[in-house]
């Protein structure tokens, strides 16, 4: 398990879109490739950034489908002719997404197609960054989180103070619970989480403060 940040990779946040949501750009200062995770909206910022990054885009891949976090997949894959990973489980909700917008006054994302499907164990590689994919549902069913380079994108699972929303279709609070104790809390505690929404945080940090994970709250 990773212990400590070697920073081998260059992550930039974009913070997007009306749910604020929390973009990352990957890339790996050794070959100059890089991946999108999670590109929630704004396509032209999250273009722009990369521009300016001088990185080549190589891969997009995502930690759930949900339309906070799928709104640049579709822009993005077009313009750079690039795959787009995502876990099976979370497909249906990419079916879902038009209807899903609706409900909040939102107009309707493109539906981009999967190129790859994401597994438990399975490794993202952005030129020498490998990042290992985790299946954490709970928030969604096919939800993952990235682990590599000390540092974990844990998309909605885990926040700083907090946990991801359990009262949507398909989410279920104690599966939640238990991806979160059987996979983020076995990183080391100085892993740093990079979440959908919000600042960073530690697994550490979260492991002492988190009111959702302190004794008494959480079911070990």
């Known amino acids: 398990m990773p212990t400590g940040r070697t920073r081998e990779s260059l992550v930039q946040k974009i913070v997007v879109g009306p749910f604020q949501e929390n973009t990352y750009l990957v890339g790996c200062p050794e070959t100059g490739e890089a991946a999108f995770v999670d590109p929630g909206d704004e396509p032209e910022r999250l273009v722009q950034a990369l521009e300016e990054s001088g990185l080549r885009l190589v891969a997009i891949v995502n930690t759930h489908a949900h339309i906070d976090h799928i709104g640049a997949v579709g822009p993005l894959k077009r313009r750079f002719g690039v795959p787009f990973a995502l876990h099976r489980e979370d497909e249906p909700l ?127």
């Open 94 to 220: 990419l079916d879902q997404a038009r209807v899903h917008a609706a409900l909040f006054g939102l107009p309707a994302p493109e539906r981009p197609e999967v190129d790859r499907y994401l597994e438990d164990g399975d490794e993202v590689k952005v030129g020498n960054l490998v990042l290992r994919v985790l299946h954490v549902p709970g928030h969604a069913p096919g939800h993952v989180a990235f682990v590599g380079d000390g540092e974990v994108f844990s998309g909605d699972c885990l926040f700083a103070g907090s946990i991801g929303r359990t009262d949507l279709p398909g989410a279920d609070h104690e599966t939640l619970m238990r991806s979160i104790r059987e996979k983020l809390l076995t990183l080391g505690d100085d892993v740093v989480v990079r979440a959908g929404h919000m600042e960073d945080t530690t697994i550490g940090r979260e492991r002492r403060t988190n009111p959702f994970l302190v004794a008494g709250r959480f079911s070990w």
